[in-house]
């Protein structure tokens, strides 16, 4: 978190030299020091962020090729002639035991084209598919998986 708020500070200053870095230094440590007290920030719970940057980074790219993939399957499914598509809402459960994952995997399956997340209580999910070859397996989905081990912090 130093280390972000110091480049917040030199991107903010719009220049860069000998003494905006010095006091960037100082300021930054300063709220970084005031976090720790105020707000239960601590460098452990920092460094575990840290280590789950490179894991949220393959997540995103993942997502985005799933994103892609998915709007090249509905695009086929919508011009296809004589294709008769059957919606599903599908219920499943996740074992992903943080409310942000869970929430991670609802935005994931609604920003992918054809399905979108209708309803979360707790761990339980119901999804719309545009159609059931789209609704296939949700329960266990790539995602749940990546996010699982985001979780576990792998």
């Known amino acids: 978190m130093p280390i972000l708020l110091f480049g917040l500070w ?11 870095c010095l006091i960037g230094a100082a300021v930054s440590a300063a709220l970084y020091l005031l976090a ?11 460094l575990r962020a840290f280590k789950k940057v490179g894991g949220g980074i393959l997540y995103l790219l993942y997502l985005l ?19 008769n ?7 499943f459960r ?17 920003l992918t084209a054809g399905t979108i997340t209708v309803s979360q209580e707790g761990n339980l999910l119901c999804v719309h598919a545009l159609d059931a070859s789209l609704a296939e397996g ?3 989905s790539e995602f749940e998986r990546k996010l699982r081990e985001l979780e576990r912090g792998v």
Not at 10 to 20: A, C, M, N, V
Not at 65 to 83: C, D, F, H, Q, S
Not at 85 to 91: C, G, I, K, Q, Y
């Open 94 to 110: 996740t074992d992903l035991i943080s409310e942000s994952a869970r929430a991670a995997l609802g935005d994931a399956i609604t």
């Open 36 to 46: 720790c007290r105020t707000l239960g920030y601590s460098p452990a719970a920092d």
């Open 138 to 140: 949700l329960e266990h």
């Open 10 to 20: 030199i991107l903010l200053s719009g220049r860069i030299d000998f003494e905006i």
């Open 65 to 83: 090729k799933e994103m892609l993939w998915a709007g090249l399957v509905v695009m086929r499914l919508i011009y296809t002639k004589g294709r």
């Open 85 to 91: 598509m059957e919606p599903r809402l599908v219920w």
